[in-house]
């Protein structure tokens, strides 16, 4: 049952009638009704009881809201923040960025993060999917993460996730993820820094530095979609404001004033063409909210 006043009083803000481009990182995107920014663990807890089928965001880098906006209470976690370090453990909490949890083990010389240091994620999304690069996935070293189920406080171990490639248990059961906790293993920093530098080049040399939302597919057979799309001639292709990115095929960037819509269609382009040349369904990853033709 909703309860705005309570929500207020745990500390969180609502943000009515707000335009998502002007939040989200695509930049794009219509009217949200409500937009309820918990500030604590405690606070988004109490956010979600008083809130009936609120989709929950983190950083938007891999989220795209429809034009047309959102009727839902759409609830942001970027203000949940706090890291605690234990042993080789680490525990950050929902809306921590994933880039700061890796420099943190880099200052108390815990290793096994590195290959995941350039993907802005909070940790909610980055758990939620399973995120990963260059063959390291977040489930690799994840040890537990604390859950909210439908109103039950859980701790699942990595075992009880269901992880699997950018996929997870909380994608089906609508589990909202509180806080990971991670379990590295002691290294030397500056090693550690060393292979975070690697890392960061590394994506820097391969992936676009535009605004975008990240590979808008999955692999395909283990082999990036960026490579049938570039090979079915659509790098550099676009539609209103957005392109297919010329540095890497599976990127749509927002070369300015980008809609939703455009991003989008150019998204069915890709996904049409590709179809139609190696009879092969590409499975997005950028997950979609509100209405789209």
């Given at each position: 049952?909703?309860?705005?006043?309570l929500i207020i009083a745990s500390g969180a803000t609502i943000c009515y009638n707000k335009l998502a481009r002007e939040f989200?990182?695509?930049k794009s995107g219509g009217k949200i009704d409500r937009l309820i920014k918990p500030n604590s663990i405690e606070s988004l807890i109490i956010c979600l009881q008083?809130?009936?089928?609120a989709i929950v965001l983190g950083s938007t880098t891999n989220s795209l809201i429809s034009d047309s906006g959102i009727d839902n209470?759409?609830?942001?976690t970027t203000g949940v923040k706090g890291i605690e370090?234990?042993?080789c453990f680490i525990t950050a909490m929902a809306g921590e960025m994933l880039p700061k949890v890796c420099n943190v083990a880099k200052e108390y010389g815990l290793s096994g993060l590195e290959g995941l240091c350039g993907i802005p994620s909070t940790i909610g999304g980055a758990v939620y999917m399973n995120c990963g690069a260059f063959g390291y996935n977040i489930s690799d070293v994840l040890y537990c993460v604390n859950v909210y189920d439908n109103g039950d406080i859980k701790q699942l171990t990595c075992n009880e996730c269901g992880f699997g490639y950018r996929t997870s248990n909380f994608m089906q059961n609508k589990m909202i993820v509180l806080s990971a906790t991670f379990k590295l293993k002691e290294s030397n920093s500056l090693l550690i820094s060393n292979n975070i530098k690697f890392f960061k080049t590394k994506r820097k040399q391969s992936q676009p530095n535009d605004i975008s939302l990240g590979s808008v597919f999955k692999k395909y057979n283990d082999t990036s979609a960026g490579y049938y799309i570039e090979n079915c001639g659509l790098k550099g292709a676009s539609?209103?404001?957005a392109m297919v990115s010329q540095k890497h095929a599976n990127f749509i960037i927002n070369c300015g004033g980008a809609t939703s819509s455009d991003y989008s269609n150019l998204v069915n382009l890709c996904h049409d063409k590709v179809l139609e040349k190696y009879n092969i369904n590409l499975d997005r990853e950028v997950r979609y909210f509100g209405k789209f033709i």
């Open positions: 049952m909703k309860n705005y006043d989200c990182h695509f008083n809130t009936d089928d209470d759409v609830i942001l370090v234990k042993d539609i209103g404001g």
